[in-house]
C-alpha cells in the first residue's frame, strides 16, 4: 500500500504476524475512522494502522472456514463502533473488543457505507437497495433508480450517492439527481469527502465541490 500525505510518500506492506492480503484475498477498501487509517477485503479481512508500518488484524475470527465472502467496504463512528459490508449481503459491526454479523434482509453484494452525520448508518446493495439502520436495528429500501449505485459520502448534513454516470442526493424519502450548473463528470465511480469538500471520481473525471460549486481537477 502506498501512502501519501505531510510531505511524505511511501510504502508499506499491510502484515500482521502471518495474516497478510496475499494469503488471505484482495484488500477493496481503505477509510480513515477517528483520524486512523483501516482497511478491508476479502475473507472478512479488517486491518488497523497503527503506526508507521505496524498494522493490526482486527477480524481473524471471521474468516470462513469455506466459501466466498468478503468486505468491499467499512466505516465508523469511533473506534469502538465499526461496520463493514460485502458479500452475501453481510454487514457485521464491531465494538472494539468483538464482531456481531447483522441481517439486513438481502444477500446482495453490498458495494459502499458511510456513517454518517444524522448517526445512522447507510449502506447500498446490488440491485438497488438501501439499508438504513444502527446497532440491532436495521431497514433495507428498494431503490427505483435507472442505474446501480457504486459510491456513498455524507457532506455537509446531506447523503450523497453515484452511479457510474449520475449524482444524487437523498431528500429523506428517495435519490434525487443532483443538478450541476456548468461543467459536469461525464463518469463517476467514487465519492469522497476530505478538507477540501466533497471529491467525485470516475475513470476520465476528478471534480471537486466545496458546497457551493464544482471544480474539475485536470
Not at 444524522?118 to 449502506?123: N, P, R
Request: charged share 25%; with cysteine; proline share 3%.
Amino acid at each position: 500500500m502506498q501512502l501519501v500525505g505531510s510531505g511524505d510518500m511511501h510504502e508499506e506492506q499491510v502484515q500482521d504476524g502471518d495474516a497478510s492480503p496475499p494469503q488471505n484475498g484482495m484488500l477493496r477498501d481503505a477509510r480513515a475512522i477517528a483520524g486512523v487509517l483501516h482497511v478491508c477485503g476479502m475473507n472478512r479481512q479488517v486491518y488497523r494502522r497503527e503506526g508507521r508500518d505496524q498494522w493490526r488484524h482486527l477480524s481473524l475470527e471471521l474468516a470462513p472456514a469455506s466459501g466466498v465472502f468478503g468486505f468491499e467496504a467499512m466505516d465508523g463512528f469511533a473506534l469502538d463502533e465499526l461496520y463493514a459490508v460485502g458479500w452475501e449481503g453481510e454487514l457485521w459491526s464491531f465494538d472494539g473488543a468483538r464482531w456481531r454479523q447483522h441481517d439486513v434482509g438481502t444477500q446482495a453484494i453490498l458495494l459502499d457505507v458511510v456513517c454518517a452525520g444524522d448517526g445512522q448508518v447507510y449502506a447500498i446493495g446490488r440491485g438497488g437497495q438501501l439499508i438504513v439502520g444502527r446497532g440491532a436495528q436495521w431497514q433495507t429500501r428498494d431503490l427505483e433508480l435507472p442505474h446501480e449505485l457504486c459510491s456513498l459520502a455524507w457532506f455537509r448534513d446531506r447523503l450523497y450517492a453515484c452511479s457510474t454516470g449520475e449524482l444524487y442526493v437523498w431528500d429523506g424519502t428517495r435519490f434525487q439527481v443532483h443538478a450541476f450548473d456548468g461543467d459536469r463528470p461525464g463518469t463517476l465511480q467514487y465519492l469522497s469527502v476530505g478538507e477540501s469538500g466533497l471529491c467525485a471520481v470516475g475513470p476520465k473525471d476528478l471534480f471537486l465541490y466545496d458546497g457551493e460549486a464544482w471544480t474539475r481537477i485536470d
